[in-house]
């Protein structure tokens, strides 16, 4: 008999992917639960749109972060320069 | 050149703190809303700039012990750095009190402490540039250094505490923490405060190699 052991097939697994599925369902349902009567953006979290600014954002603070890390490079090589001299 | 770890870390804990602090979950508090993410980013300048200050402090005092001008020329960025912790800091906490407090400069003890502060820091850069003579120059402003952290500390965290101040945490105000009691800020705030704090030494200390590698060819 051919027996192969397939991770993704046995109960286990089977088991813990159920779990972490209940696990992401609960965490959604209380991510989008509105608390009291107070205002947050809850509707741009809903429409998912706020990750579009958060990307922004984070695309600007790596662009700055290649920006001090070519500095930094530049920096060293100006350092070998001046200890060759 | 490989990238120094900490360096690495800046960016992972950055990166981290954008997208979680942006997008994570916060309290819910009437007024402040979701301004209340700013505790990440514009309380963070603060901490930044009181480190890079007492950093400073530390080369100033290495300077005097030993004389050394390196240790003048670290002294220096940091407090340039701190300088323009503090500026960003000013102008989001202005932005930031113009929604919240309903005006960007109020007549708050804490702001007009932070403005005095500044202002002695201002005067350091302004009294270093009164001397041609390096060591003269380095010895002086490293005294006034001193002065001018003690003073800063009264000023930042000691006299706004005494009188009443819009500020959290401070004349008679609760601390942050009652906004925070379920603790979901501070998984984001302590890596905000390092990430920022090692971003602004990695800049001080490329502004501190590129000083000594001008100095090394002033010299030769």
């Not at chain 1, 608390?35 to 958060?54: F, H, N, P, S, T």
């Not at chain 2, 402003?141 to 500020?167: C, E, G, K, Q, W």
Request: without cysteine; hydrophobic residues 50%.
């Amino acid at each position: 008999m051919n027996f192969k052991y397939n991770f993704w097939q046995t109960k286990f697994t089977k088991q813990l992917l159920s779990l972490l599925g209940l696990f992401i369902l609960t965490a959604s349902s209380l991510w989008a639960q509105p608390g009291g009567g107070i205002e947050m953006a809850d509707k741009l979290r809903e429409d998912g749109k706020i990750w579009v600014v958060v990307g922004v954002i984070v695309l600007i603070f790596i662009g700055i972060i290649t920006y001090l890390i070519r500095l930094d490079r530049k920096i060293s090589r100006l350092e070998k320069q001046v200890r060759k001299e | 050149m490989k990238l120094q770890w900490w360096k690495i870390l800046t960016i992972l804990l950055l990166i981290y703190v954008l997208i979680a602090g942006l997008a994570g979950e916060v309290p819910r508090q009437a007024i402040l809303n979701e301004t209340v993410r700013n505790l990440y980013f514009h309380v963070t300048m603060w901490f930044a700039m009181t480190t890079f200050l007492f950093i400073s402090l530390i080369y100033s005092i290495r300077y005097l012990r030993s004389g050394k001008i390196s240790e003048d020329d670290k002294a220096v960025e940091f407090v340039n750095s701190g300088i323009l912790f503090g500026m960003i800091g000013f102008a989001t906490g202005a932005l930031w009190g113009n929604y919240t407090w309903g005006s960007p400069l109020p007549k708050d003890p804490k702001i007009l402490s932070a403005a005095i502060a500044m202002l002695a820091y201002f005067a350091y850069v302004i009294l270093r540039g009164a001397f041609d003579d390096e060591q003269k120059r380095a010895r002086i402003t490293s005294v006034y250094n001193i002065f001018a952290f003690v003073i800063f500390n009264v000023l930042i965290y000691i006299l706004p505490r005494m009188t009443d101040t819009l500020h959290p945490g401070q004349g008679g105000n609760p601390g942050f923490n009652i906004y925070d009691n379920d603790n979901i800020m501070k998984p984001v705030f302590y890596p905000a405060i390092l990430g920022w704090i090692l971003l602004g030494v990695w800049i001080t200390t490329l502004r501190v190699r590129l000083k000594k590698a001008e100095r090394n060819l002033t010299e030769n």
